[in-house]
């Protein structure tokens, strides 16, 4: 089984070099690594261009995160595909061996894990997203699996389609309910970390972000034939809080992950 991962960037020089480090350092083999680069000024480019291990490499403006993304899912040839922003990294160097050894075993279509946010130097963990069990009553309880911590079968994309670019911080969101709840996609739990994330980012920075997150996350219910009930986003930002508790309590008994 072959897998492809996709990571889309623009000046991020500083934590490039860790994300693609992640990647070819699996022990599943040799991974198919697609970066789409948005036209970066910091040095970011100069770093890709030389790094041999990247399967291909395209810089060029772009249209927001999820045309850059449709760009490296079209440019994809693995049996599996999956995004890793380039600020982050996989938690370890078998995720993806496990990952590919899960869609052996169990068959599924869909197959997603758990997630560390963590500080900007990756020394310190801030939040632990678990994600738990998934059922056709989950989206509507507030639950929604962690993006970058999402395996997909490439088949997947060609059945239900790409991202929708209209989307500014939500077009995730939305494809996930479009591929999870109203198509149905068989998907499968591997319960254990398997990306860690750097906290920030465009879609969690500021009030005007949530209020436009929260704007695009109804907006994606109605555009995939449903309403969010009056709880559902609201539950969506409660189910957050015992992430930080979880990680308080272990900060509490002197504990890390």
């Known amino acids: 089984m072959r897998i492809s ?51 291909a490499l395209i810089s060029e403006p772009d249209h927001g995160i999820y045309d850059a993304l449709n760009k490296g899912v079209s440019l994809a040839t693995g049996d599996v595909i999956a995004t890793l922003n380039s600020d982050d990294v996989y938690a370890s160097n078998d995720v993806l061996e496990k990952v590919a050894a899960a869609f052996e075993r169990t068959g599924c279509d869909a197959l997603y894990g758990d997630l560390l946010f963590m500080n900007r130097d990756l020394t310190r963990a801030i939040r632990f997203w678990k994600s738990g069990l998934y059922d056709s009553a989950s989206f509507a309880s507030g639950w929604v699996p962690p993006f970058p911590a999402l ?34 996609v068989s998907a499968q739990y591997l319960p254990e970390v398997l990306v860690k994330m750097r906290s920030g980012g465009k879609s969690s920075i500021s009030f005007s972000s949530l209020l436009l997150r ?15 009930g009056p709880y559902t986003i609201l539950l969506k930002y409660i189910r957050k809080i015992p992430q930080f508790s979880v990680m308080l309590s272990q900060i509490r008994d002197g504990q890390g992950l």
Request: proline letters at 1%.
């Open 5 to 55: 991962i996709v990571t889309v960037v623009r000046n991020s020089v500083s934590t490039i070099g860790q994300c693609l480090d992640s990647v070819s350092g699996q022990t599943c083999g040799p991974v198919e690594h697609i970066v789409i680069d948005g036209g970066s000024t910091d040095g970011t480019l100069e770093v890709l261009r030389k790094r041999n291990e990247i399967s």
């Open 151 to 184: 395996f997909l079968k490439r088949t997947v994309y060609n059945r239900f389609g790409l991202f929708d670019s209209g989307f500014q911080i939500s077009g995730d969101y939305e494809f996930m309910l479009r591929v999870l709840m109203r198509h149905g």
């Open 214 to 228: 929260t704007r695009e996350n109804i907006r994606a219910w109605r555009m995939n034939g449903y309403e969010a």
